[in-house]
């Protein structure tokens, strides 16, 4: 066995080592060529759309059709644990948690400025008008709908199931224990698995991170004028990589449960005081009007390839990068729900993790974006215009057309940077997991270091490109991990059998 004691604990030196050194070499060459590594990661992104686009529709919503089935099957009766075994986490901390963890930044950083862009460069059809505005809501659900919840609940599923009811390592190489044996997967196949979780989710994070700096920057901004650029968001990633070291080091109960409750309670306020004080029939009405499209338009939303590219590289910008960026989240969204979903059974978990916070991301989306879309379309406001100058003031130039917009920026920032700390606390942890043969209680010590990695990645991706390096890398990352997951459903299915 490679596992050993260390200075930093319990360590599988193999998975450590090859991991910690590449991902160090990663930064120092990203730091002093940014602008080579930037064209590198540019020409990787657009090699995989255009060539490897189509896997990735076919792949995600394959894995959505599965995890239904499961849970409707006879199999949702499995517990994940023993028979008798309850769940460790009320139903609200065990939501706000695997809610915080998948979604947290993303949704506060594109739940505005998504449906602005799709408004003015719609997918098909005329922009800056009432049925770009119509398709523009019903993109941005279907974006942060089933399909990305679906990565994670089959990651966690698995992870979860060969932990706690087999009594496997916390790995996803364990997962795969019914296809390889014993054998493989302690052996090479094993460890480049778990070399490729840990790849994933440095990178799927750091997108997340970079993502969260840009929008504290320009919240900083707009409540109390202070300058943005890449140098604010290098320092406000330093900043909040201490806090979250900090935050990942007192450990789940202390740390991750308190900040994800707290943090859901303060993004529900703010829905509500949008909800009363903005369009609230115009947003009721489209929000019923974007589900009925949504349920409507779903099969042919998760097939569109744009064949005969009536808008080149819209679906790559925007779908393939939502899809890979989930991708690349699976290692550690799921790796992290499967710790805190012992207990639940199968039925339980899927339709917890695919529904609940679907519709929970639906209610936010529904009210910003329509509050937003009823600016500019209904009043001829002016933040589409902005958005497509700096996507990450798209939330707080929204606020500008409502009362208490400066309580509302402040809040919001707030909300951000909790989401930043719990998103990577989630992450460090997870990482500190895996690399150190899944201790489900890794040390404080191994959190710091990759805290520290994570928080490195994250600069260096946004000196070499900001927003287009960090999308680059989620999709380079993206696909070996989902070739990971096909082999994960067949185990599972393999796995489930010998229950009945």
């Not at 040390?443 to 990645?457: D, E, P």
């Not at 989620?474 to 010998?498: D, Y």
Request: with cysteine.
């Amino acid at each position: 066995m490679s596992e050993k004691r260390s200075i930093l604990g319990k360590l599988d030196r193999p998975i450590f080592a090859i991991s910690s050194i590449i991902m160090i070499l990663f930064v120092f060459f990203t730091l002093l060529q940014p602008k080579e590594a930037g064209q590198t990661f540019n020409t990787v992104q657009n090699f995989v759309a255009d060539n490897l686009g189509w896997s990735y529709l076919i792949g995600v919503t394959f894995f959505l059709c599965f995890a239904l089935f499961i849970a409707l099957s006879k199999y949702g009766r499995i517990i994940l644990g023993e028979d008798d075994e309850k769940p460790e986490y009320s139903t609200l901390s065990w939501f706000a948690m695997l809610f915080a963890a998948g979604m947290g930044i993303g949704l506060l950083f594109w739940g505005v400025s998504e449906p602005m862009m799709h408004y003015t460069t719609p997918p098909f059809g005329q922009p800056s008008t009432v049925e770009s505005a119509q398709i523009a809501m019903q993109y941005t659900f279907f974006h942060w709908g089933m399909h990305p919840w679906s990565i994670y609940t089959m990651v966690g599923l698995t992870m979860a199931y060969f932990q706690f009811r087999k009594g496997l390592p916390a790995l996803v190489s364990s997962t795969l224990y019914p296809l390889l044996g014993e054998k493989g997967v302690n052996g090479w196949i094993g460890k480049f698995v778990d070399i490729l979780a840990v790849f994933a989710t440095i990178f799927g994070v750091a997108t997340s991170l970079g993502l969260g700096a840009m929008q504290i920057g320009t919240g900083l901004n707009y409540a109390y004028g202070l300058p943005t650029g890449t140098t604010t968001t290098v320092v406000i990633i330093v900043v909040v990589t201490v806090l979250f070291i900090t935050s990942a080091v007192t450990g789940i109960e202390r740390g991750i449960r308190f900040l994800s409750t707290t943090n859901l309670a303060l993004l529900f306020i703010v829905m509500v005081f949008m909800l009363i004080v903005g369009p609230t029939r115009f947003i009721f009405n489209g929000f019923t009007e974007t589900i009925g499209s949504y349920l409507q338009n779903i099969f042919q939303m998760s097939f569109w390839t744009d064949t005969f590219e009536t808008k080149p590289g819209w679906v790559g910008r925007w779908t393939i990068f939502y899809w890979s960026w989930g991708l690349a989240w699976g290692p550690f969204v799921g790796a992290f729900i499967a710790r805190v979903s012992k207990g639940r059974s199968v039925r339980e978990y899927i339709l917890g993790v695919v529904i609940a916070p679907t519709l929970m991301s639906f209610m936010w989306l529904g009210v910003m974006g329509n509050s937003a879309l009823y600016i500019d379309v209904v009043q001829h406001g002016g933040i589409a215009a902005q958005v497509a100058e700096d996507m990450s003031t798209a939330i707080f130039a929204m606020f500008e057309y409502y009362p208490l917009a400066g309580v509302l920026t402040i809040l919001t920032t707030l909300i951000i940077a909790i989401f930043f700390i719990t998103s990577a606390d989630s992450a460090t942890f997870v990482l500190a997991m895996y690399t150190s043969g899944g201790e489900l209680n890794p040390t404080a010590r191994l959190k710091i270091v990759w805290g520290l990695i994570v928080g490195s990645v994250a600069v260096a991706l946004m000196i070499a490109g900001g927003l287009d390096a960090l999308q680059s890398a989620s999709i380079t990352v993206g696909f070996p991990f989902m070739i990971v997951m096909f082999a994960m459903t067949l185990s599972l299915i393999k796995a489930f059998r010998g229950e009945f």
